[in-house]
């Protein structure tokens, strides 16, 4: 019976090597969008935590003419009115918090630190299931081409992480 202890294997070929880093890039570049976006978010937020800014947005609501979408349109003003310039602080928060966890992310694979990895695959794991519901509760494209590239992204990197750290440094 042949020995497979990863002490024996041979360490990946520079072309496995070069497809990794190719595809922790991609990755780090995905993390980094996400990022972006949410750095946007946080920051429209706190904008419309002042109060005259809150009510020019209902105002503008209010007078914006699509149509079709009167009801979505009343819908969201009545959403706003109801949560106030104030919680607006808390989305900000929020969004920020999670974009300090994607940029972490990103630069950790950026970077290839071994840490990236797994951090990656349990920071990205742990919200698959509440992208999964969310996904069949209110089904969205956008929604399930998240979900499917965090899928992918977490298996590719428990993937990449299970090679042997022997092998790394070998490489390195």
Do not use: C
């Not at 041979?10 to 990794?20: A, D, F, K």
């Not at 149509?67 to 009343?74: I, K, Q, V």
């Not at 950026?110 to 840490?115: F, G, P, Q």
């Amino acid at each position: 019976m042949p020995d497979t202890d990863r002490s024996t294997r041979p360490p990946p070929t520079e072309t496995t090597e070069s497809r990794h880093r190719v595809g922790l890039r991609v990755i780090a570049v995905y993390k980094a969008v996400q990022t972006l976006a949410l750095v946007l978010v946080a920051l429209e937020a706190f904008r419309l935590n002042r109060t005259e800014n809150f009510n020019q947005l209902v105002h503008w609501l209010q007078h914006l003419s699509l149509a079709g979408s009167n009801s979505l349109r009343w819908q969201l003003v009545g959403a706003l009115m109801a949560m106030g310039p104030s919680r607006f602080v808390a989305i900000g928060s929020v969004a920020l918090a999670y974009a300090a966890l994607f940029a972490t992310e990103g630069i950790g694979l950026w970077l290839r630190k071994y840490w990236a990895e797994w951090f990656t695959v349990i920071a990205t794991g742990s919200l698959i299931p509440l992208e999964l519901y969310e996904t069949l509760l209110r089904f969205g494209w956008i929604k399930l081409a998240t979900l499917l590239a965090n899928a992918a992204i977490v298996a590719y990197l428990v993937r990449v992480a299970l090679q042997s750290r022997a092998a790394r440094h070998a490489r390195d």
